[in-house]
C-alpha cells in the first residue's frame, strides 16, 4: 500500500467530509484534481500511484505539474490556482500527521497562486437575451425543456451547479413563485420568478410530470443533465440565435454568461448591488463590484452629471430667495 494512502483517504473521508462537511462539488473537485497529479506523476516519473510516497510529491513536481497544466492541457491560471488549493488542502492535512515531512510539506505549501489579469464580464443585452430564449426549437421535447432552462437561468442567475441539481420539489408556483436552491457554503437561497418565466416553467413541469425528487431539466432517459450537455445546448442555441442577432458571439457564450446576464439586467433596472449579491448567493458584497464595472450606462450617467469643461470656475452664491430665507431666521 502507498505511504500516502492512509492520510489521503481520511483526508477525503474525515477532513472534508465529517469535519468541513463540504459540498459533494468541494470533494469532486479535489478529488480531480489529484486524480491529475497522481496522473501527471505516473507519466513523469513512472511511479505508479499505489507506490507514491511523501518524497514523490516535492515542491519541484508540483510546480511542472502546475506548468503542464497551462502549457500542455491548456488551463487558465484561474484553473491553474483551483488545483493548487487542492494540493495545498491536501498537504496542510498531512502536516499533521506527518511531522517527519515538515520541509517538504512546507515548501509545497510555499507555492504561491498565480496572478492574472481579471477581464470584464461578459453578458447579453436584452436584444440578446430574447433570441437566445427564443432559439430552441419549440416543436420537440428538448427544446421546451431548454427553453424553460434557458429562462430560468437567465432570470435567477444559478450556477451552472445550481441549475443542473435543480428537482421538481425545488420550483414553487403561484403566490410567491421562485426557485429555491443550495449554493456555495451550503447557503440556501430562493429567487423569486417572474410571471413570464413562471407561464414557461408551470407549462414545462406539467408536460415533465416528475416526482419531487426527479431532476427539473432530464435527459430524455430521465438522468441529470450534466455541465458539459448545459455547456452543449448554449452553445448549440446560441448559433441559432446568432443567425437572427449577429452580435451574440457563440464561441464566447457559456452558461456562466447567463448569470453574468441576470446581474446585469438587474443593475440596469436599478436594484442595489447588495441585493444583488443576496439574488445571486455571493458571500462578500464586494463580488458585485465586477458588474459596476461593466456597466458603461452607469458610467455613462455618471459624466452626464459633471460639469462642461467650458463651465468657468467659480464660487457657490444661493439665490435671493434662500438669502432672504436665511436672513429671516437671524
Not at 459533494?24 to 496522473?39: C, E, G, M, N, Q
Not at 448569470?259 to 433596472?269: D, F
Not at 452607469?298 to 470656475?313: D, F, H, S, V
Amino acid at each position: 500500500m502507498s505511504p500516502i494512502a492512509p492520510t489521503l483517504q481520511s483526508f477525503f473521508t474525515d477532513r472534508l467530509a465529517k469535519q468541513r462537511r463540504v459540498s459533494p462539488r468541494t470533494i469532486a473537485s479535489y478529488r480531480d484534481s489529484l486524480k491529475l497529479l497522481f496522473v501527471f506523476v505516473q507519466e513523469t516519473s513512472g511511479t505508479k500511484p499505489s507506490d507514491l510516497c511523501w518524497d514523490d510529491l516535492d515542491a519541484e513536481t508540483i510546480g511542472a505539474f502546475l506548468d503542464h497544466l497551462e502549457t500542455d492541457r491548456n488551463n487558465s491560471p484561474r484553473t491553474r490556482n483551483l488545483r493548487l488549493t487542492a494540493i495545498r488542502s491536501l498537504f496542510t492535512y498531512a502536516a499533521l500527521r506527518h511531522p517527519e515531512h515538515a520541509e517538504l510539506i512546507q515548501r509545497v505549501l510555499a507555492i504561491p497562486a498565480k496572478r492574472f489579469d481579471k477581464q470584464l464580464v461578459s453578458f447579453l443585452t436584452a436584444a440578446e437575451i430574447d433570441a437566445l430564449v427564443a432559439a430552441p426549437d419549440r416543436t420537440r421535447w428538448e427544446g421546451r425543456r431548454d427553453r424553460a432552462l434557458l429562462l430560468v437561468a437567465l432570470q435567477t442567475g444559478l450556477r451552472l451547479s445550481e441549475l443542473t441539481a435543480l428537482v421538481c420539489a425545488d420550483i414553487t408556483l403561484g403566490a410567491g413563485a421562485n426557485v429555491r436552491c443550495v449554493g456555495k457554503g451550503r447557503k440556501h437561497r430562493a429567487v423569486p420568478l417572474t410571471t413570464a418565466t413562471q407561464s414557461v416553467v408551470r407549462v414545462w413541469m406539467a408536460e415533465r410530470a416528475g416526482q419531487p425528487d426527479q431532476p427539473l431539466f432530464p435527459t430524455r432517459t430521465g438522468r441529470r443533465l450534466s455541465a458539459d450537455a448545459v455547456q452543449r445546448l448554449v452553445h448549440e442555441h446560441a448559433v441559432t440565435a446568432a443567425q437572427q442577432c449577429p452580435s451574440i458571439r457563440a464561441d464566447k457564450l457559456h452558461p456562466h454568461v447567463l448569470r453574468h446576464s441576470c446581474a446585469m439586467s438587474l443593475l440596469h433596472a436599478g436594484v442595489d448591488t447588495a441585493v444583488i449579491a443576496l439574488w445571486l448567493g455571493h458571500n462578500d458584497i464586494r463580488s458585485t463590484n465586477v458588474y459596476l464595472h461593466a456597466d458603461m450606462t452607469i458610467k455613462q450617467r455618471a459624466l452626464e452629471l459633471t460639469a462642461p469643461t467650458a463651465t468657468p470656475p467659480g464660487r457657490y452664491r444661493p439665490n435671493d430667495a434662500l438669502l432672504a430665507f436665511l436672513e429671516g431666521l437671524q
